[in-house]
């Protein structure tokens, strides 16, 4: 029996010439990364189990994401700890203040991370590089340990859903709404462990944006990874980004897959998942009665450029509604400065909304708009669990940055076409 995308790039890692769903291997690592709070952690594990050494400089990321600039005492001391890991190791990949954006954002962007590469980081969704055609996965601080150290990860090789994706999405819908409507359909465990993989005509259609959000929520179905192949999308965003040559696998035609699920894109509509699991999906135009507290655009899901300029498109020259909070969050430092140089957050503080740096704070709960008992958030975050945001008797609905944008204007879940 042949092999999956993923399973090909397992066994390039691993050294052997096949492997099979449920083997155990250990697989060579391109890249190690972790943040400003997992890091810590695994600093703590290195030095306990007494290595004295990175295996490669260049092959470690460490970035300053969470609660950079520091909120607190407690995030100062986490934020010095990986300063000095990485002067100590001479780190090559360190993002801090000034340089930093939002972790899974940032490798794309920077081409620290590229196809074919096998990833692990200390962040659930880390497996947002498979929108490259890399294996990708969130570990454990202890196993970012070890792969500081040693340059590999055991991993139990999943099996796969396949996606067959056809059709284009219509004017404002986005891979936001492909990626909820399809945990929507098949739940927050339709994926547990498994490798959804995207196929089909449709992918030709989708933009590297929408593809990067779409394999970063794939760990809201359970998912122990999310990929595309590699077409002329995924070279063109590549060349003169990638640090490291790219390497292209392509799966088996005998290849098995647990199930096949196919997707019209042009079918979507705009898709908004309600408190407090992203599977509890409705179209938006159901939310007219809700409204809402704050709006946040932003994250390493939703904050790229194609998604400022969401919202940059329905915000211009309009005002968010009266009683709603919106905050705005450029996923980088070169997102940001494009917005500045296009206009944009100029537009947006016209419109009554905040511009900040690049940080995640707000998506944990963390800070930079962390909700009280009874309000209500419609956010391009990823996840909507209780207390997600603030507080246990809160609320967060997950939208798309146009869905998002449009709610902002109207003070309750709007559709964007309606606009």
């Not at 990986?82 to 972790?103: K, P, S, W």
């Not at 259609?205 to 929520?217: G, H, P, V």
């Not at 309009?318 to 957050?345: L, N």
Request: proline fraction near 5%; aromatic fraction near 6%.
């Amino acid at each position: 029996m042949g092999m999956t995308l993923t399973q090909k790039i397992l066994a390039a890692h691993a050294g052997v010439p096949g492997v099979r769903a449920g083997q155990l291997i250990e697989a060579g690592l391109d890249i190690v990364l972790g943040n400003d709070i997992t890091t810590p952690v695994a600093i703590n594990e290195f030095e306990k189990a007494g290595f004295t050494g990175v295996f490669d400089k260049k092959r470690i990321a460490i970035v300053l994401d969470h609660f950079v600039p520091n909120k607190d005492i407690k995030s100062a001391a986490q934020s010095k700890q990986c300063r000095t890991f990485a002067n100590q190791y001479d780190i090559l990949h360190f993002y801090d203040v000034g340089r930093m954006g939002i972790e899974h954002a940032l490798l794309p962007e920077q081409g620290i991370v590229t196809a074919g590469d096998c990833i692990i980081g200390a962040d659930s969704h880390t497996c947002t590089y498979g929108a490259l055609g890399a294996f990708s996965t969130g570990v454990g601080s202890t196993d970012m340990a070890a792969g500081m150290a040693t340059g590999k990860a055991w991993f139990k090789v999943p099996s796969a859903i396949r996606f067959v994706l056809k059709g284009s999405l219509p004017a404002r819908v986005s891979g936001k709404d492909l990626i909820l409507s399809i945990i929507g359909q098949i739940g927050v465990d339709g994926a547990l462990y498994k490798s959804m993989e995207f196929t089909g005509p449709g992918v030709a259609s989708l933009t590297m944006d929408d593809r990067l959000c779409i394999c970063n929520m794939a760990i809201e179905a359970g998912a122990k990874n999310g990929i595309f192949p590699v077409d002329d999308v995924t070279r063109a965003y590549l060349k003169g980004r990638s640090t490291r040559p790219p390497q292209e696998f392509t799966p088996d035609p005998d290849a098995e897959y647990e199930k096949t699920i196919e997707f019209d894109l042009s079918a979507l509509v705009p898709t908004v998942s309600w408190p407090h699991l992203p599977e509890n999906t409705h179209p938006a135009t159901e939310g007219n009665d809700i409204a809402l507290d704050q709006v946040v655009i932003g994250s390493c899901t939703n904050g790229r450029l194609s998604d400022m300029e969401a919202a940059y498109e329905i915000l211009k020259g309009r005002h968010i509604a009266k009683g709603v909070r919106g905050i705005i969050i450029p996923a980088t430092m070169a997102v940001y400065r494009e917005c500045i140089q296009r206009g944009w957050a100029t537009a947006f503080i016209d419109a009554g909304c905040i511009v900040s740096t690049p940080t995640c704070g707000p998506c944990l709960g963390g800070y930079m708009g962390v909700l009280a008992a009874g309000e209500r958030c419609i956010s391009t975050t990823n996840r909507n669990f209780v207390g997600r945001m603030g507080h246990t008797e809160s609320e967060v609905y997950l939208a798309s940055p146009a869905t998002a944008a449009a709610s902002a204007l109207t003070g309750h879940i709007t559709d964007p076409r309606m606009v």
